[in-house]
């Protein structure tokens, strides 16, 4: 049931109009990587991935983007034995900044000259889009992690009223 909630939450949220690169989907992969079990927390962000551009349109960078998200799911699956509100905030950052790198590495090799000068422009002309990056990985994952989180502990407390109650 959590991998379908993400599947489409992800979906929707890169379907509906927002500011450029301010989406749960990074937060969405992170989650994954932790809370999902067996494959899913590499298939449940890719299946979220493959739905919106399949909507939206295929792209050539779609590799490099894809890429980023098993990445930032591997980051979920150490953070998964590592987890504590510093981690989540630390690997939020490291998986903003995974995006960056490597999306945009994809565009350097795609629309920019093949020379440091180029690479150099590529980045650069990235900077502005990456703060919506940040703050919504960031955002996003504070509040994926405190929702479940409590539901988790709600859930366990009840059970344990439950059983008391017995």
Not at 23 to 29: E, F, G, K
Not at 32 to 43: D, E, I, M, N, S
Not at 84 to 97: D, G, K, P
């Amino acid at each position: 049931m959590l991998a379908l909630i993400i599947i489409v939450f992800g979906f929707l949220s890169r379907i509906v109009v927002h500011t450029p690169n301010f989406s749960p989907v990074l937060s969405l992969s992170l989650f994954a990587g932790v809370y999902l079990k067996g494959r899913q927390p590499f298939w449940v962000p890719l299946a979220l991935m493959a739905l919106g551009d399949a909507f939206l349109g295929f792209h050539p960078i779609f590799i490099y983007t894809w890429g980023s998200i098993l990445m930032i799911s591997l980051t979920g699956l150490w953070l998964k034995t590592h987890k504590n509100w510093t981690n989540i905030l630390l690997t939020s950052l490291l998986s903003s900044i995974i995006f960056f790198v490597v999306t945009n590495f994809g565009d350097f090799l795609i629309l920019y000259p093949h020379t440091m000068a180029g690479l150099q422009h590529c980045y650069i002309a990235a900077i502005p889009f990456y703060r919506s990056t940040l703050v919504s990985t960031c955002g996003y994952s504070l509040v994926l992690f405190s929702l479940w989180e409590f539901i988790i502990l709600r859930r366990e407390n009840s059970i344990s009223t439950k059983e008391s109650t017995v």
